[in-house]
């Protein structure tokens, strides 16, 4: 039987208001977040240089990009300092520009850099960048979304949003190949993406108000004392466990981009069209969801998505040309979404206030750090266990994921609670 809640409170023009304003500035900031992250623009001009010009192996690679997870792991250090400590009386928005000040200089230099050793250092600056807007926004989401009782409908603009932007770079970094010399497509993608950082700085400008905070002992009292709450519930332990297996399952897509390159034969620039039109499968879900899934519990959407993606991934046995090819990405695509909507809506209601950078950043850092482990376990299988096939791999990864229908149960979610209703 399905899993349904009651409809949330009628609001009030004022907060319909915040809420659309809100909105505007999530689609920004999290559009800019897929762009400019290193997953985003830059990822496949940077893969293909390193693979072309440097003649590196998937683990090279791996191990190459590693470091770029080590500022999205320590997520929580960020949340902790901007919950206690104001930066010029503000605890969110000049952080917010500061952050994004530091992407788009390193930005602007890795496009004119060349040499490995310097462009993952300028890369290294804008992870950091990134890692704290994406924390500081994080903090933004919870603390409006709590207030208005709007964290669902805030998730899925933020993830809507990023995967319109890997839609559009998908496309824009394969062409970007195509069209450059390896380095130089390098150098155009960093070029785009510290513009959409300079694009947020005006937004945080013109779209957040907030009050002035100044430091004082009752301050710190009270973040210190919701830190405190934070470190001592239970279920956010539990979640925190429970996002960690969620998304380990042996990395496929480094593996998958050499299958596609050296086995498939495929252009770079059909490579990125798949990357588009994955990311046109999660907007395919959120919009799906928005219309038809509004009434599932949070328990309900978990066991789908875990369902749809040991379908995704045991789609990838049937990878051989690129018909297949299309469609196999598109049906991974909708279970990365149905993937990310439930337990990170469950974690914004989970925030104790006046820690919620710190919360919800540490349940992020715990989701990169599993995919970190996740990247590096799959591109050793890969090369090295499975001598480059990638159909091993796949199996391998399915069976993680299906693993994971054990770990639901310990959640202990109710019908009632948790529900992704988008609020009216």
């Known amino acids: 039987m399905t899993e349904v809640v009651a409809a949330p409170a009628l609001r009030t023009q004022g907060e319909r208001t915040e809420i659309k304003r809100l909105m505007v500035f999530f689609a920004l900031v999290y559009f800019t977040e897929g762009v400019a992250q290193d997953e985003g623009l830059i ?7 390193l693979k072309q010009v440097f003649q590196w192996t998937p683990v090279q690679i791996a191990v190459f990009l590693s470091v770029l997870y080590l500022p999205w792991i320590i997520k929580p250090l960020y949340g902790i300092v901007s919950d206690f400590i104001p930066l010029f009386g503000l605890r969110r928005k000049n952080y917010l520009i500061v952050a994004n000040l530091i ?90 993406a510290g513009s959409t950082s300079v694009l947020v700085i005006v937004g945080t400008l013109f779209l957040i108000d907030e009050e002035k905070s100044a430091i004082s002992v009752e301050g710190f009292k009270e973040s210190f ?31 998958l981009y050499f299958y596609m390159t050296d086995t498939l034969k495929f252009s770079q620039q059909y490579i990125g069209v798949l990357g588009s039109i994955q990311a046109a499968g999660a907007i395919a879900a959120a919009l ?33 040309d690129p018909v297949s090819a299309a469609l196999i990405r598109f049906i991974y695509g909708v279970s990365d979404m149905m993937a990310t909507l439930a ?16 919360s919800f950043a540490a349940l992020i850092a715990i989701t990169n750090l599993s995919g970190l482990l996740a990247d590096n376990v799959g591109a050793y299988l890969f090369e090295h266990s499975f001598k480059n096939e990638l159909y091993p791999l796949i199996l391998v990864a399915a069976a993680f994921t299906a693993a994971i229908f054990l770990f639901v149960p310990l959640l202990k979610l109710k019908p009632e609670e948790h529900a992704l209703l988008v609020p009216q």
């Open 43 to 49: 990822a496949q001009p940077l893969n293909y240089y």
């Open 103 to 192: 992407s788009a200089g390193a930005y602007f230099f890795i496009a004119r850099s060349s040499l490995p050793a310097s462009l993952i250092f300028l890369m290294l600056l804008t992870a950091y960048g990134m890692a704290i807007a994406s924390t500081v926004c994080g903090a933004i989401l919870v603390e409006n979304g709590q207030k208005l009782d709007a964290n669902a409908v805030f998730v899925n603009q933020q993830w809507l949003w990023f995967n319109i932007a890997t839609l559009v770079t998908s496309i824009m970094g394969g062409v970007l190949i195509e069209w450059l010399t390896p380095i130089s497509a390098v150098h155009a993608a960093a070029a785009i």
């Open 225 to 255: 004392a919701s830190l405190v709450a934070a470190l001592k519930e239970r279920r956010l332990w539990v979640l925190a466990g429970f996002l960690f297996f969620y998304y380990f399952s042996p990395g496929i897509d480094t593996p």
């Open 288 to 320: 799906f969801y928005g219309m038809f899934l509004t009434n599932l519990s949070a328990k309900a959407l978990l066991n789908l998505s875990i369902l749809i993606g040991v379908i995704a991934l045991l789609g990838f046995l049937f990878l051989f």
């Open 343 to 358: 337990p990170f809506a469950i974690a914004a209601d989970l925030c104790p206030k006046r820690s919620e950078g710190f």
